[in-house]
């Protein structure tokens, strides 16, 4: 019997229309020159450093971090990038004293960073009916999201009233490491109550860090088959693997 059931966020839930490193990097670009504009108020800016110049130095750190997360699992917060790309800034002497700024602000730059970001995720069509559905079956619900913000989760499912649907929401940020490590969803099972029913709980998930992470730590999985193929994407090789192509089809799979 299914006692609970723990969700991916993006592209099981949400989906991004027309997804592409184009409209990804164009998106982040408009929320970059926020947090600009978030600099230039606490006068961190000179007029040494071009928006242009920053964009390019950010979108390298950022990459950087981004394969490290892939390779050891660590995830490494958007908060963290800025504050490591402005303590390079100030190393260079192209922009302003920095020791005032607070952690607070460092998570402001951050949110400005993801804003764009919130506008264009939107639940799948029967994400919510699915969701209202679980929900009156008393089951235990989870998300656990590999994001390096975890007030942008929290902000998109408030935006379309789901978050109210969940007993528990995580993410890589809040956590310190990414799924496929099998911690993330212990912790998860620890605190929806279900850490002795591992085999009880179902994981839904788009990608092999969904799947292989959950079986790591014992859990039951359905692959929602996604149509896009993405970068470092790896393949699942697991034997009859269920697999759903909505995500209401995840009430087949609930005794």
Known sequence: MIKGIIFDFGFTLFYFDNPSVERYYECFKKGLLKSIDILKEQQVWNEKLSNESFIKKFAKKREHFFRKS??????FPTSLVFQNVLELLKEENVINNIEHLKEKIFKELAEKYHSCEEEEWVPFENTRETLEN?????LKIALISNHPNHKTIENMLKRHDLFKFFNFVLTSAKFGKRKPDPNIFLYTLDKIGLKNYANSVIMCGDEYADII???RANLQTVLFERKYKFPFEKEINVP???KIADISEILAYIS
């Open 70 to 75: 892939i390779k050891t699992k660590t995830e």
């Open 134 to 138: 679980l929900v009156e079956r008393n």
């Open 213 to 215: 992470g959950a079986q």
């Open 240 to 242: 009859e693997l269920k």
